[in-house]
């Protein structure tokens, strides 16, 4: 019988089990920013320790970056406190760290992939829950918390309980106007927000094959929200494709061997799964979230369930009954780790071309790295978004998590790509985010509530656009 990629990725990193049935995990790389950290490595300063491997840690920045001025100091004391602490711990120590600077600044989850530092066959740790993103190159990646974190810097290890696997077989061919994003949402309304736990999702079928490393990196950031502890997609010519000449990865033969041995990591055909869950592609539709996490989703003119939780209701101000379409937004924002890289600022730009931001409507686009922003600039992406009325911004995590200027106010609604609708998450304490698709926020940002961007489009193609 055959091993899971998980396994093969598990054994080959084991240090040792421990008494209370742990693993003990060697980390082949930990990604670090200014949030999970001060704390960490104030921890480590009062115990006398250093970093265990300097050359395998690297730094960014990213929750609490302004996205408007991005001068220093910043005008917020406490996020320029946090950015001076990182830099600080990163020269004592001896860790490289990518600031803004830098060039190659980012959302941790985008840089480490576009910079060919996230490797098939790899362990990866952040101080962060999307870490599962980095799963799309076929690594393991966990986030974890400040005193593993800690434990990591010291120790390059971490204690990990075993996790089961379940394959999610996704086949058939996607509907126009249906995305990456549309996918994971249905898995997670599907399987639950809870559906996940004690679990590490491997994500295959045809559907996920065909997918772009964008896509991927969609899918497996999504991971975390369905309560799995990680999640992969086995890589093909498609991620060694994507890595080939990025400025991390091997170079020349170097190259060849990684990409061999990478192969030789994917999950065999024999291998044995503890569960197994399959979905028709053609099935998904455009998926908008109406609640207070991930998985309370419906298809964009469903409507909501009758048993749907009264807590979310009264929260999100909804009925039973009613549909997404129509729901007039306040906000449009199109970034995040999910998705703000390259491919999703095209989509959403080929939407919004020759159109304009409802006048309601306050819209932003953050790409997700610095790298990111350059390569759309380059395109001319920048103009078509601010010619449509969406402020151009820099890179960073903005209004995902709100840690910085760009917040939603009152009970504002918020259109967003990003990958958590919980209560308070952008910023305002009654503020209200849908999440869906990059596509379908640029559309609601025109049509300035949520439409069907099946129809948006279709209505453009009948112009002649
Ligand atoms: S974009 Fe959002 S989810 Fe991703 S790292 Fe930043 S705050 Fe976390």
């Known amino acids: ?68 001025d991005q001068r220093r100091p910043f005008l917020d004391v406490m996020a320029e406190d946090m950015l001076a602490a990182l830099e600080r711990n990163c020269r004592e120590h001896g860790i490289r760290l990518l600031d803004l600077s830098s060039g190659l600044q980012g959302i941790v989850h985008v840089i480490g992939p576009e910079l060919g ?196 209701l009264d929260f999100m101000g909804f009925v039973p009954g009613q549909r997404m379409k129509g729901t007039k937004i306040d906000v449009a924002f199109v970034g995040s780790c999910t998705n703000g890289r390259l491919s999703d600022l095209r989509e959403a730009a080929r939407v919004i071309r020759g159109h304009h931001v409802a006048p309601h409507v306050k819209a932003l686009v953050v790409p997700g790295s610095q790298g990111v922003r350059l390569a759309a600039e380059g395109e001319g992406l920048d103009r078509v978004f601010a010619e449509a009325g969406f402020e151009w911004r820099g890179a960073g995590c903005s209004m995902c998590l709100a840690m910085n200027p760009d917040r939603l106010e009152g009970r504002e609604i918020c259109a967003s790509s990003s990958n958590r609708n919980f209560k308070g998450r952008q910023g305002s304490p009654t503020g209200r985010t849908l999440l869906m698709s990059p596509a379908m926020v640029a559309a609601a940002a025109i049509a300035g509530e949520v439409v069907d961007v099946r129809e948006f489009t279709r209505a453009e193609a009948s112009l002649g656009r």
């Not at 115990?47 to 960014?60: C, Y």
Request: glycine share 10%; hydrophobic share 40%.
């Open 117 to 312: 530092l996230t490797q098939p066959g790899m362990t990866i740790a952040c101080g962060d829950s999307h870490t599962s993103t980095h799963g799309a190159f076929g690594a393991i990646a966990f986030g974890i918390g400040t005193s593993q974190v800690r434990d990591v810097l010291a120790s390059q290890c971490l204690s990990m309980d075993p996790l089961k696997v379940r394959r999610i077989l996704v086949r058939g061919t996607l509907q126009r106007g249906v995305y990456a994003k549309d996918v994971i949402l249905e898995i997670i309304r599907r399987l639950g927000v809870n559906g996940g736990v004690g679990y590490a999702y491997e994500y295959a079928g045809d559907t996920i094959a065909r997918m772009s490393m964008d896509e991927r990196m969609t899918i497996c950031n999504m991971s975390i929200e369905g309560g799995a502890r990680a999640g992969y997609v086995n890589p093909d010519e498609t991620t060694f494709t994507y890595l080939r000449g990025r400025r991390f990865a091997p170079q020349g033969d170097a190259f060849e061997r990684a990409r061999a041995w990478w192969g030789s990591m994917a999950s065999d055909a024999g291998a044995a799964y503890d569960d197994e869950v399959v979905l028709d592609a053609a099935a998904i539709q455009p998926t908008v979230t109406w609640g207070i996490n991930p998985g309370q989703s419906v298809a964009v003119d469903e409507p909501l369930p009758a048993g749907a939780d009264r807590e979310a």
């Open 1 to 68: 019988m055959g091993s899971t990629l998980f396994e093969k990725v598990w054994d080959a990193h084991t240090v040792r089990r421990l008494p209370n049935g742990q693993t003990q995990l060697f980390i082949g790389l930990h990604l670090i920013h200014e949030v999970t950290t001060p704390q960490a490595f104030d921890m480590l300063r009062a115990r006398g320790a250093g970093v265990a491997f300097p050359d395998r840690t690297i730094g960014t920045v990213d929750h609490i970056v302004p996205t408007k």
